[in-house]
Nanobody, 126 residues
């Protein structure tokens, strides 16, 4: 098990910013791939961003490119998601995930990751 704890969610107006945090226990972020997912109300969970430990590369879903940034602080075993220029359609429960991607699945597939946090709610009003 790799416990993950998210924080930093909240309610903001469109155009605002939030920074989500994910603290990883039982492992180290320096050798783990960590992804952020979100699940809007009554919709499927989708991959938002991922940071790969092997080469430090990061990837984003198209809808957040240029607005969201994933980063990590290995000394704190934490991964962050800086979200700027937020839009109402960014409203969702946000989760961080570890233990993947596995099984040859792409990073943005929820089934690709084994461990999940409890989520933190982000609400963006227009």
């Amino acid at each position: 098990q790799v416990p993950l704890v998210e924080s930093g969610g909240g309610s903001v107006q469109a155009g605002g910013s939030l920074r989500l945090s994910c603290v990883v226990s039982g492992s180290t972020t320096s050798n783990a791939n960590i992804a952020w997912f979100r699940q809007p109300p009554e919709k499927e969970r989708e991959g938002v961003a991922v940071a790969f430990s092997r080469d430090g590369s990061t990837h984003y879903t198209d809808s957040v490119k240029g607005r969201f940034t994933i980063s990590q602080d290995n000394a704190k075993n934490a991964v962050y998601l800086q979200m700027n220029s937020l839009k109402p359609e960014d409203t969702a429960m946000y989760y961080c995930a570890a233990g993947g991607p596995r099984g040859g699945l792409p990073w943005y597939a929820p089934e690709a990751f084994a461990y999940w946090g409890q989520g933190t709610q982000v609400t963006v009003s227009s």
